[in-house]
């Protein structure tokens, strides 16, 4: 993914005691020769305390595996020069704002335009199709749709692009909104400005990037007709909120982020977003915790699409 609001900084090698490697939770001290010898800045009972402040203070639970944390974390440190993760510690229990800065890091991950083919294709040729002729023999033509964890922005642009492609097209007169949330700012801030690089956009047809991106130097940037159909808004998905319904949710790649229990609270909050008949995504492969949640779902081959059921057919236990 691209990179977020911060960057390592090179050790300073001489003031800085340099680490290395996977973290054992043992200080190696000096070797036999004198020098100091590499050295596990992360203790395993440091690690610890920092996963529960993070899941008392934001929710989040940490559940990168431990040398992909461990190294994220001693970045962090270089980065914003602190000596210690007891340093750290202290300043996550006094700053809201460090512990935003550290989540930044911690929870960035992969994202891109169109990453979850399976996802977009049943968007398009199944969600899309019937939201449009149901809504639209209803007398309301309006979509709302939430791109949860949107990270920076690639997904809620590829939702745009799949929805003036397949909806509104020839210019019908459809009100589409795509609320798209990330509990990280600088991810959001990155998206709000639409502007990416060339080989960011490889998966658009030249037709798609030359109708919904404008070329500036080396870099493009999405155009008013696509941007506009995008409100950007931090949110903590770990926690409730009340956004409205929406006709469709993308909740993709997000789920690894989350504990068992949070993902079956997550399940319940967005089955509350939904409209009745309303559709989930989830990227490519993923399944939902479903037992205790109302979710009627059709498995297609590399995909579980989930929905929302109308009153009637919940009663009746139907699927689709
Ligand atoms: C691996 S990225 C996936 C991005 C995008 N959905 C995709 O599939 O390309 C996971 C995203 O989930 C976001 N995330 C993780 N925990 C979250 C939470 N509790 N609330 C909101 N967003 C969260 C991260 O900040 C990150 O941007």
């Known amino acids: 993914m691209r990179n977020g609001t911060f960057r390592a900084r090179q050790p300073d090698i001489s003031t800085r005691i ?4 996977m973290n054992t939770g043992f200080n190696l001290g000096r070797s036999q020769r004198g020098q100091k010898a590499p050295f596990n800045f992360v203790l395993d009972h440091e690690l610890s305390e920092l996963r529960l402040l993070l899941e008392r203070q934001a929710g989040v639970l940490l559940n990168s595996p431990q040398d992909v944390l461990i190294a994220k974390i001693q970045e962090y440190l270089e980065a914003r020069r602190l000596n210690s993760v007891a340093d750290l510690i ?3 229990q006094t700053s809201d ?17 169109f990453r979850h083919p399976a996802a977009f294709a049943a968007f398009e040729k199944e969600v899309l199709p019937e939201l449009h002729v149901r809504k639209g023999s209803e007398g309301g033509q309006s979509l709302r749709i939430l791109s949860a964890g949107c990270s920076t922005g690639e997904e809620a642009y590829s939702i745009g692009l799949s929805v003036c492609c397949n909806v509104n097209e020839n210019g019908a007169a459809w009100t589409i909104h795509i609320l798209a949330s990330d509990i990280r700012q600088g991810a959001l801030t990155f998206a709000e400005r639409g502007l990416y690089k060339q080989r960011e956009l490889e998966n658009l047809s030249p037709s798609l990037l030359r109708d919904y991106f404008a070329k500036v130097d080396q870099h493009f940037l999405a155009k008013p007709r696509l941007r506009n159909l995008i409100t950007f808004t ?3 998905l770990a926690r409730p909120a009340y956004l409205g319904r929406f006709d469709c ?7 690894p982020c989350f504990s068992t229990a949070q993902r079956i609270a997550l399940a319940q909050r967005l089955h509350l977003y939904l409209e009745p008949g309303g559709y989930l995504l989830l990227g490519d492969g993923e399944k939902l ?4 949640v109302p979710f009627q779902s059709e498995s297609h081959k590399n995909l579980t699409l989930y929905r929302k059921p109308f009153a009637a057919a919940a009663k009746a236990g139907k699927l689709f």
């Open 18 to 21: 340099r680490h290395f490697g």
């Open 249 to 255: 949710i993308f909740c993709m790649d997000v789920l």
């Open 234 to 236: 931090q949110m903590n």
């Open 289 to 292: 915790p479903t037992a205790d």
């Open 90 to 92: 202290g300043r996550l």
């Open 97 to 113: 704002t460090e512990c935003e800065r550290l989540l930044e890091q911690l929870l960035e991950g992969e994202t891109g335009f």
